[in-house]
């Protein structure tokens, strides 16, 4: 198994930046960022598959993704932050199935427990 953490979520202004990390217990050359907002769906932010990037419609230019592959550990720079990015981000890794997307969340098979984002007007 694969075990996930994330860290660096907090509270900011809209139009300030954060850092989200993700520390795997091992390495995975398939990695994502998810959010999820209270009574909406999870949905993809960013993937990263053998160095790869993807991003989702609406964080794409504002947001970073990148994996140092030496100490297993996926960030997702966050800059121009909007209140509309206010949600628990989750850190996924290792795809499973038939894929589709990397940014459909049915194809994660780990994941991590969620940091808190709050971003204020």
């Known amino acids: 198994q694969v075990q996930l953490v994330e860290s660096g979520g907090g509270s900011v202004q809209a139009g300030g930046s954060l850092r989200l990390s993700c520390v795997a217990s091992q390495y995975s050359p398939n990695m994502a960022w998810f959010r999820q907002a209270p009574g909406k769906e999870r949905e993809g932010v960013a993937a990263?598959?053998?160095?790869?990037?993807y991003y989702g419609d609406f964080v794409k230019g504002r947001f970073t993704i990148s994996h140092d592959t030496q100490n297993n550990i996926l960030y997702l720079q966050m800059d121009s932050l909007k209140p509309e990015d206010t949600a628990t981000y989750y850190c996924?890794?290792?795809?499973?199935?038939?894929?589709?997307?990397?940014?459909?969340?049915?194809?994660?098979?780990?994941w991590g427990q969620g940091t808190q984002v709050t971003v204020s007007t």
């Open positions: 996924a890794a290792d795809l499973i199935g038939r894929l589709r997307s990397r940014l459909e969340d049915t194809n994660y098979k780990y």
């Open positions: 990263n598959g053998f160095g790869r990037q």
